[in-house]
Nanobody
């Protein structure tokens, strides 16, 4: 059984920073791409940032220069450093990993709430 567990969410003031973590555990043979998505109330889930196994990154235009994704392959963990957060970025942030276990598919975490408010 593969699990993705996010942590690091919470309440932050506009302009503040948070660092999210997502650890993958279980019978994992290889992790390919890892990514962070978010879903605000009443909106569709959207890609925030992604990173390949070799470290190539991709960001949504709205977060470029403020959010930074990284990963520690030894720990099967992906991080999202979020700076200068805006109220409209209040959402549940989900971790996604494309990995090889006894099957090969995308796995999702349960999400962590990020609330940006004064």
């Amino acid at each position: 059984q593969v699990q993705l567990v996010e942590s690091g969410g919470g309440l932050v003031q506009p302009g503040g920073s948070l660092r999210l973590s997502c650890a993958a555990s279980g019978s994992i043979f290889r992790i390919n791409n890892m990514a962070w998505y978010r879903q605000a109330p009443g909106k569709q889930r959207e890609l925030v940032a992604a990173i390949t196994s070799r470290g190539t990154t991709n960001y949504a235009d709205s977060v470029k220069g403020r959010f930074f994704i990284s990963r520690d392959n030894a720990k099967n963990t992906v991080y999202l450093q979020m700076n200068n957060l805006k109220p409209e970025e209040t959402a549940v942030y989900y971790c996604n990993a494309n990995l090889v276990s006894f099957d090969s598919r995308d796995y999702w975490g349960r999400g962590t709430q990020v609330t940006v408010s004064s």
